[in-house]
């Protein structure tokens, strides 16, 4: 595994697959918003992994 400590990225995607999973209604809303922004290739790039959490919790 490459070695992280200077320029690493890493992706979260969700299983949009899983019939199975339930979400909230602000979940799905949040998926759809994602969803959209990767067609659109607006990808969101954090700093740190606190302001990732600060960003899914919003």
């Known amino acids: 595994m ?3 400590r200077e320029d690493c990225r ?6 949009v697959t899983n019939k199975e999973s339930l979400l909230s209604e ?3 809303i949040k998926i759809r918003e994602a969803l959209e922004a990767l067609k659109e290739n ?15 919790n919003s």
Do not use: Q, S
């Not at 890493?10 to 299983?15: A, G, M, R, S």
């Not at 607006?42 to 899914?56: A, M, T």
């Open 10 to 15: 890493f992706f979260l995607k969700p299983d």
């Open 2 to 4: 490459e070695d992280c």
């Open 42 to 56: 607006k990808i969101k790039e954090f700093d740190n992994v606190d302001d990732l959490i600060k960003e899914l």
């Open 26 to 28: 602000t979940g799905e």
